[in-house]
């Protein structure tokens, strides 16, 4: 069973969250983030990402992936939160089952945002993200698309325009099971970690 931290002060919240995912996961509560070290996944308060002055430090103080949950929080913030490290927001107001839905998404190595804010935060990572050190780099990378299946291809550029799973399988009429086969196939021949980071290739070296 998958291990996800709980990371938050508030008692209300942390006592809401753990009756929504007990039933599916490990759940523990962290109180430091040496705690968050054997966690798959961390649910952590908004509060404690606004009162963190270095928000990528913490979001790379594990392997887990994050996801930020509790009060509302702007695009802005939501699209900052996503190019420092994390792996989506989901607000407190929403209820428990999406909470459910939004972790498992993000256990699968997806992110969890508004579909419309994706091109956005792919925008503000292609800014931030080093140019290539040398045009053997940019060959190389171009290169290993060409190692893509014609399906792969049209599944990649999907996600590149921020698509889900489901309306991929929709599009290209397969499974959505078929989509994730695709998906693990894609993220292994260009070595991208998830749809994120995907997208942003398929952005820059396509």
């Keep these: 069973m998958r291990r996800v931290a709980i990371f938050s002060d508030n008692s209300v919240l942390l006592k809401l969250w753990s009756h929504a995912l007990v039933s599916h996961f490990d759940i523990f509560t962290a109180s430091t983030t040496a705690d968050l070290i054997n966690a798959d996944l961390v649910v952590i308060d908004s509060q404690k990402v606004d009162d963190d002055a270095n928000p990528s430090a913490l979001f790379s103080s594990t392997k887990a992936r994050f996801l930020i949950t509790g009060k509302e929080w702007s695009e802005s913030k939501q699209i900052n939160a996503l190019v420092h490290g994390a792996a989506g927001y989901c607000a407190e107001s929403e209820p428990p089952k999406l909470l459910l839905q939004a972790v498992s998404s993000v256990l ?31 060959i190389e990378s171009s290169a290993l698309l060409e190692t893509l299946s014609s399906r792969e291809k049209e599944v990649a550029d999907l996600i590149r325009d921020g698509e889900s799973n489901k309306i991929i399988a929709t599009t290209l009429d397969i499974s959505e099971r078929t989509v994730k086969a695709h998906l693990t196939s894609i993220f292994k021949k260009l070595d991208v970690p998830d749809r994120l980071h995907l997208a942003l290739y398929i952005k820059e070296y396509s």
Excluded: C, F, Y
């Excluded at 993200?129 to 940019?138: L, M, N, R």
């Design 108 to 138: 699968k190595g997806d992110i969890w945002i508004q579909r419309h804010l994706v091109p956005r935060v792919i925008g503000a990572l292609v800014k931030i993200e080093p140019e290539p050190a040398d045009i053997t780099k940019s």
